[in-house]
């Protein structure tokens, strides 16, 4: 299968160029990028063409792309990817507004090309091992979820609110939100949040904590903060505590790692040794095409996200509960 990549923008391009060249199924055709020098590169390393003009990579043979665009680019090129016939597996979040969101999905629908959203954390080995403990019922109905995804400030156009729609909010509320819904099989039915800018001098928020109430009845308070040190040994995190009626979890998706002290890079770091959850992610994506079965993460699954986020920065702006209002998909 011949796929292309469009933009390396989002650092999470890299990893899912790596395993694209991994897998035996696929060669990466072309790269398109609108900062040339960084797309000569790419295609220099990932040893493919690169492309000054998307509509020409588009007009290949390519089957599938994958966007990692900024945020607020991801409409366009959706849309033009779609347009072309191409099955498409977008970074998250989605898009910068529910407007953008909801035009992506009904193209793609319209187009019947696949829209997968970028959400790596369900196949982590650790979230794939709680799914199955959860569905037992091994901890008895759950009843409260506490998670955390701090991360390190990226800087760029992760600050600039015109190009990523927001920060640490936007960035991090999504991760935790996708796959508690996919866990629970739940959705959101309210939200409260307190977002502020309190460890970098920037014009976006980059902490902050956001309280759900579940359809179901779950409490559920996530940590979306930028508040790592440059020095910490790896990006961040993503813990969850989950409290059932017989029992509890404690879950760390990034715990089985070697720590190595590198003198050459003068930094300590964190080696993951479990499966790669963008790995997988990657596989799966590649997987739905050959099989021509519905994406394991579909736009709906990218709106659903993106309207708490909202939610979430209308609730700090009011300082009031927010009660969800899904789009009709």
């Not at 890299?14 to 295609?43: F, K, N, S, V």
């Not at 080995?125 to 569905?135: A, G, H, R, T």
């Not at 995190?237 to 509890?248: A, R």
Request: proline share 3%; aromatic share 8%.
């Amino acid at each position: 299968m011949k796929v292309g990549m469009i933009s390396f923008a989002h650092m999470h391009a890299t990893a899912y160029a790596q395993y694209l060249r991994q897998h035996p199924d696929i060669e990466i055709i072309g790269i398109w990028d609108d900062h040339a020098e960084r797309g000569r590169e790419m295609a220099e390393t990932y040893q493919t063409r690169f492309y000054h003009d998307l509509s020409q990579l588009l007009a290949t043979e390519v089957e599938a792309v994958v966007i990692c665009s900024e945020n607020v680019k991801h409409k366009e090129h959706v849309i033009a990817a779609a347009q072309a016939k191409k099955h498409i597996l977008c970074e998250k979040p989605i898009a910068t507004s529910l407007d953008d969101a909801q035009a992506m999905i009904d193209v793609c629908n319209r187009e019947q090309v696949t829209l997968q959203i970028a959400y790596p954390v369900r196949f982590s080995p650790v979230m794939q091992q709680v799914k199955n403990i959860l569905e037992a019922q091994d901890i008895g109905d759950v009843v409260a979820i506490n998670g955390t995804n701090h991360g390190q400030m990226p800087g760029s156009w992760f600050i600039d609110k015109a190009m990523s729609g927001g920060g640490a909010a936007t960035d991090h509320i999504v991760h935790l939100l996708d796959v508690t819904r996919w866990l629970l099989n739940d959705e959101v039915k309210s939200v409260y949040a307190e977002l502020d800018t309190k460890f970098h001098s920037i014009d976006v928020e980059d902490c902050g904590i956001v309280s759900l109430e579940m359809e179901s009845g779950v409490i559920f308070t996530i940590d979306p903060s930028w508040s790592r040190p440059n020095v910490f040994p790896t990006w961040g995190d993503v813990t969850m505590e989950v409290v059932g009626t017989k029992g509890s979890l404690t879950i760390d998706a990034f715990k089985q790692h070697f720590l190595l002290y590198n003198d050459r890079e003068n930094a300590v770091q964190q080696l993951p040794w479990v499966d790669d959850m963008d790995q997988g992610l990657v596989n799966d994506f590649v997987q739905c095409i050959q099989t021509k079965r519905p994406a394991s993460i579909t736009g709906e699954d990218g709106l659903r996200a993106l309207e708490v986020v909202k939610a979430a920065y209308q609730s700090a702006e009011i300082n009031q509960v927010v009660t969800m209002e899904r789009i009709k998909v």
